[in-house]
C-alpha cells in the first residue's frame, strides 16, 4: 500500500469513527455535564488513553489474535507490524469469516436502526419503514437465512461466521440497551463521579465495537486502523467536551453514519464470497454519504456549508 493509498484509508477510518460514535458523544456529553471540572479532565486525558489505547487498540490484535491462534500473543504483535508473510497469508485465508460476521452484524445494525429507533427522517420511505417496526425480526431472520443458504455452499465455517455475527449484534444491542436505562438511573440517583467515569467507559467499550468491525472493511493492516480509529476517537473526544450541543443540531449526521454502515457490512459481504472491492470503495462511500447528510442538515439549520 503507497502512501496515498494509506492516507485516504486513514482519512476513511477517522470519518468513520467519528460519525459512528454520535450516540456515544452524546451519552458522554450528558453525564459529563453533571460531573466535577476536574473528573471531567481526567475522564478526556486517561479516558482518552483506555478509549485509544486499550479499547480501540487491543481489539484489532484480538480479533487477528482469534484467526490466528496458533502464533501467540507475541508473535501476533510482532508479526502484524512486521507484516509477517505467514500471517498475511493465514489472515488472506481467514479474512472471509472476519468480513461476513462482521457484515452481517453491521447490516442488522443498519436495519434496527431503520425499523426500530428513533430518528429524523432523512429520506423518502424512513418514515413508513419506521411504522412497520415489527417487521425487522422477520427481514433480519429471512437475510441471515438466505446468508447461510449461501455461505454453506461454499463452506460450513463461512455460514457458522453469519449466524455468529448475528449472535454478536443481539449480545452488544442488549447491552446497549441497559446502557440507556442506567444512563437515566445514573443521571437520577447523583451517583459519584468515579462510578459514572467507570459506566463511561464500559458504555465506551460496548459502542467501541461497531466501529472496530467496520473498519475490517477498509483494510486489514492493525497499524492504519490504530491510526485511524484512534485521530477518530481523539477527534471526538474534542468535541465531546467543547461542542457537542453544535453537533447534535446537525439533525440528519446518525443517517449518514447508518448508511455508511449499510454500505460498508455490504462490502463486507461481497468481500467475503472472494468480489474483488477497490481499497477506495469504502472511504469514498464513507465521505460522500456523511457529506450528504451533512450537507443536508446545514439547509435545515439554514447555515452556510462553512460553519
Known amino acids: 500500500m503507497n502512501i496515498i493509498s494509506a492516507l485516504v484509508t486513514i482519512f476513511g477510518l477517522g470519518l468513520f469513527e467519528i460519525i459512528n460514535s454520535v450516540d456515544n458523544a452524546i451519552i458522554n456529553a450528558e453525564v459529563l455535564s453533571t460531573m466535577k471540572a476536574a473528573s471531567r479532565k481526567w475522564f478526556v486525558t486517561w479516558g482518552l488513553f483506555f478509549s485509544v489505547i486499550v479499547v480501540r487498540g487491543l481489539l484489532p490484535f484480538l480479533i487477528v489474535l482469534l484467526l490466528n491462534p496458533k502464533v501467540g500473543i507475541l508473535g501476533t504483535i510482532t508479526a502484524v507490524f512486521h507484516s509477517d508473510a505467514r500471517v498475511a497469508q493465514s489472515l488472506h485465508e481467514s479474512a472471509p469469516y472476519l468480513l461476513l460476521a462482521g ?4 447490516i442488522f445494525v443498519f436495519f434496527h436502526w431503520l425499523f426500530l429507533e428513533e430518528k429524523n ?28 443458504w449461501y455461505a454453506i455452499q461454499v463452506n460450513p465455517y463461512l455460514a457458522l461466521s453469519a449466524v455468529v455475527g448475528s449472535t454478536v449484534f443481539f449480545i452488544t444491542h442488549g447491552f446497549k440497551q441497559q446502557a440507556a436505562q442506567a444512563e437515566r438511573s445514573l443521571l437520577k440517583k447523583g451517583m459519584s463521579d468515579i462510578s459514572k467515569i467507570l459506566y463511561l467507559e464500559v458504555i465506551d467499550m460496548t459502542f467501541s465495537i461497531d466501529g472496530v468491525l467496520g473498519s475490517f472493511a477498509f483494510t486489514f493492516f492493525v497499524p492504519l486502523i490504530l491510526i485511524g480509529n484512534g485521530l477518530g476517537a481523539f477527534v471526538l473526544r ?34 467475503s464470497f472472494r468480489m474483488e472491492i477497490p481499497f477506495w470503495a469504502s472511504p469514498l462511500s464513507t465521505s460522500v454519504i456523511v457529506g450528504y447528510f451533512f450537507l443536508k442538515s446545514t439547509k435545515v439549520l439554514k447555515l452556510p456549508v462553512s460553519q
Open 238 to 271: 474534542k468535541i465531546t467536551v467543547s461542542n457537542i450541543e453544535n453537533i447534535k443540531k446537525y439533525l440528519y449526521i446518525k443517517n449518514g453514519a447508518m448508511y455508511s454502515i449499510l454500505i460498508l457490512g455490504s462490502i463486507m459481504m461481497l468481500d
Open 121 to 148: 427522517f432523512g429520506l423518502p420511505g424512513e418514515k413508513f419503514i419506521a411504522s412497520q417496526g415489527v417487521w425487522f425480526y422477520a427481514i433480519v431472520s429471512i437475510l441471515l437465512t438466505v446468508i447461510v
Open 103 to 106: 457484515g452481517v452484524f453491521m
